[in-house]
Each structure stands twice: as C-alpha cells, then as structure tokens.
T-cell receptor, first 114, second 114 residues
C-alpha cells in the first residue's frame, strides 16, 4: 500500500491564524481525501482532491475555510484558515478507494488552537 | 446517503477472550466494508475488509462477517492480546464508482486487560 507522509505531525496555533498541512504520497494517485477527526469522534470527510481540478467539498465545509491544493499526483495541501478553538482536531489525508480497494491514511496532523 | 452505526462504543475484555464489534449500514448499494484500527497518535490502519459477494473472511485472529439481507457486518477478534487495545472503525462504501465516499462508524474503543 502507499506510504503517506503528513507534515506537521502536530501544532499549536493562535486563534485567527492559518495553517497549511502537507500530504505527500510515495506513488501517483488519482484521488486524495482530507478528513477531520474531532477529539474522540469518527472521521468526517472534508473534501476530495483530484489533480488538475477544483476540490469537491462535503456539506458543512467551504473552500474559504479549507482551501486545498493538488498540484500533482503525489502531493496535496489543506489550509485551515482563520482558526478558532473549534478547529482543534486531527486532520487526516488518505488515498485509494475505488474498485473495492481500501483507503490508506497518513498519521494525521494534531492541531490545537489557543 | 449512507448511515453507518457501530456498537459498542467501548469494550473491555480480559486477555485471551474474544471481542465482537457490530456495524449496521443503511444503503443496500454499499458493497465494500473495511475495518480500521487506530492506535494512539496514529492514523487508521486497515486490518481486514470484505466485499459484498462474500459472507465471511478470516485472517489469523481476526474475522469479519457480512449479512447483506440484514445490512450488518461484524468484526471478531479471538484470543485478544494487550496490543489489540485501540479504537476500531468500520466503514461502508459503494465501490462501483471510483472515488465514492467511505462512510465511517463512530468507533469502538477496545481495551484488553492483561
């Protein structure tokens, strides 16, 4: 399965600031996914990122708050903008799925907002 | 859309005993059901999956069963060990279409008591 690296692994940020999370995959993939996992909760899909097109956002998530870039087939970034304490979560990148194949996850970015 | 329910939310077992986690899904079009294990500080890792044309799958101490009629599937861990302690998530997806979303259950925190 693909090896997925996320940076940073954790961060503590001030409210009102923005943070960009990077996701690097060791092989070319068509689709990349960004999830949010609030403390003690399940995984909620933020958006799906295809290379060369705009990301597709799920209900409740907007591009102004969570802009995503997908410049090539091995890399994507998620920015959490104008952060508030409610944005304190684990943000996870995943790849795969389709054709009865699993999604594979990175270890996530643990974000705390003060 | 799909709705996946998972029970129990917490489970404690003695080392060597069996653990069973159950999930139900709502969309009869779902045809792929992975299970993930998430250890503290890590991303979810696939441990086993099952496709809708199969009723049961086993991998050493781990097995998954699927009842399509009742729309439920279960994870069985036998001879539990302390290293099995983690949060387990079930998921459901309609994999007939590339990039279709994975819908996750709410997670089960399993503690294996030595």
């Amino acid at each position: 399965s693909a090896v997925i690296s996320q940076k940073p692994s954790r961060d503590i940020c001030q409210r009102g600031t923005s943070l960009t999370i990077q996701c690097q995959v060791d092989s070319q993939v068509t689709m990349m996914f960004w999830y949010r996992q609030q403390p003690g909760q399940s995984l909620t899909l933020i958006a799906t990122a295809n290379q060369g097109s705009e990301a597709t956002y799920e209900s409740g998530f907007v591009i102004d708050k969570f802009p995503i870039s997908r410049p090539n087939l091995t890399f994507s970034t998620l920015t959490v903008s104008n952060m508030s304490p409610e944005d304190s979560s684990i943000y996870l990148c995943s790849v795969g799925g389709g054709g009865n194949q699993p999604q594979h996850f990175g270890d996530g970015t643990r974000l705390s907002i003060l | 859309g799909e709705n996946v329910e998972q029970h129990p939310s917490t489970l404690s077992v003695q080392e060597g005993d069996s653990a069973v986690i159950k999930c139900t899904y709502s969309d009869s079009a779902s045809n792929y059901f992975p299970w993930y294990k998430q250890e503290l500080g890590k991303g979810p890792q696939l441990i086993i999956d099952i496709r809708s044309n199969v009723g049961e799958k086993k991998d050493q101490r781990i097995a998954v069963t699927l009842n399509k009629t009742a729309k439920h599937f279960s994870l069985h861990i036998t001879e539990t060990q302390p290293e099995d302690s983690a949060v387990y998530f079930c998921a459901a997806s309609n994999q007939r279409y590339t990039g279709n979303q994975f819908y996750f259950g709410t997670g089960t925190s399993l503690t294996v008591i030595p």
